[in-house]
């Protein structure tokens, strides 16, 4: 194996180019610094403090408003903690990717609101919220092994990826809300904005599920991606991980049905989860001497699935 210098560190940030370099940067000055540290820099806790702010427009709300303003406060925390992350996985030899040194940083994290302020500010209000986010190093390497084991890493992108494309669609809605002549236009936009918002509280209870589940704690990710599922009835994948949740407490016709849901709303995931989890649950109850003469175990399973995926 290579010794490890900073010179492994450098070339990264060098051939990303001028869109990366600001960000590559940055984490390389902070790996740089923590490496020049002595090895206790790593036994300590990373304490960080962080703020986001949000400006409400007509027709949102301010909890939600207020949620997506800790949302971008807990994106910058978690940034900085990828970056101490990275920096630990590189001088413990850890294997990551991107996606799940993101994951890790996020779950890591415990996170405290130091301050919320609300604000008039033109013609609505702003919102700012403070945490502190404390990550626990001696937790890095269980942490790795269950975002490893549980691969989970592609559905918390996915996640941030719907934050990032509800908080497009609500600026085309105050938009077109700041356009509509007519009452009636109005109050189309702003029935608009209401889903949007539900939709952005469910993928926040989703989070939450992800974060429970990668800590271990079945229950508590039923119960948030129940509560995703009570704001957004066709949320596909909360209903594919609630039924993996429910797959792991081996309630495997709970598991089935939500898998059987989520692959009539087009997730792939719950497709597969409902073939395999139906297989097992069948051979288990399959007895070949008490089967009558010519059952045909494959032909039997394949018309109980297909029975399944049509809701039947």
């Known amino acids: 194996m290579k010794p490890f210098t900073a010179a492994t560190l450098l070339a990264p940030a060098l051939i990303h180019g001028p869109v990366n370099a600001r960000l590559n940067i940055r984490r390389l000055i902070t790996v740089v610094t923590l490496l020049c540290l002595p090895s206790v820099g790593f036994s300590e806790t990373k304490e960080i403090v962080a703020e986001g702010a949000y400006h409400m427009g007509d027709g949102e709300t301010p909890s939600v408003a207020e949620s997506?303003?800790?949302?971008?406060?807990?994106?910058?925390?978690?940034?900085?903690?990828?970056?101490?992350?990275?920096?630990?996985?590189?001088?413990?030899?850890?294997?990551?990717?991107?996606?799940?040194?993101?994951?890790?940083?996020?779950?890591?994290?415990?996170?405290?609101i130091l301050d919320k302020k609300r604000s008039i500010a033109g013609d609505g209000f702003n919102f700012s919220v403070k945490i502190r986010a404390i990550v626990h190093p001696d937790k890095v390497e269980e942490m790795v092994k269950r975002v490893k084991?549980?691969?989970?890493?592609?559905?918390?992108?996915k996640v941030q990826e719907a934050y990032d494309n509800s908080q497009k669609e609500i600026e085309v809605l105050k938009r077109q809300l700041a356009r509509a002549k007519t009452e009636q236009e109005k109050a189309?936009?702003?029935?608009?904005?209401?889903?949007?918002?539900?939709?952005?509280?469910?993928?926040?209870?989703?989070?939450?599920?992800?974060?429970?589940?990668?800590?271990?704690?079945?229950?508590a990710a039923i119960e948030a991606y129940t509560k995703a599922i009570g704001l957004s009835p066709n949320h596909a994948k909360a209903y594919y991980l609630r039924g993996a949740a429910y797959n792991a407490k081996k309630q495997s016709e709970k598991a089935m049905l939500d898998c059987q849901k989520a692959c009539q709303l087009?997730?792939?995931?719950?497709?597969?989860?409902?073939?395999?989890?139906?297989?097992?649950?069948?051979?288990?109850?399959?007895?070949?001497?008490?089967?009558?003469?010519?059952?045909?175990?494959?032909?039997?399973?394949?018309?109980?699935?297909?029975?399944?995926?049509?809701?039947?």
């Open 266 to 312: 087009g997730d792939q995931g719950g497709c597969y989860l409902l073939e395999t989890t139906l297989k097992i649950k069948m051979l288990l109850e399959w007895d070949p001497l008490k089967a009558p003469a010519g059952f045909d175990f494959n032909k039997e399973y394949e018309k109980e699935l297909k029975k399944r995926k049509q809701g039947n």
């Open 68 to 112: 997506r303003a800790l949302l971008r406060a807990k994106r910058v925390a978690v940034e900085q903690a990828g970056t101490y992350v990275e920096s630990y996985s590189k001088v413990k030899h850890l294997q990551l990717t991107e996606d799940e040194i993101q994951v890790l940083a996020s779950g890591l994290m415990e996170v405290t």
């Open 149 to 157: 084991e549980k691969s989970i890493a592609g559905d918390y992108k």
């Open 188 to 219: 189309k936009v702003e029935a608009r904005i209401t889903d949007e918002e539900r939709s952005f509280q469910a993928n926040e209870w989703l989070e939450k599920g992800e974060q429970a589940w990668l800590n271990d704690q079945a229950d």
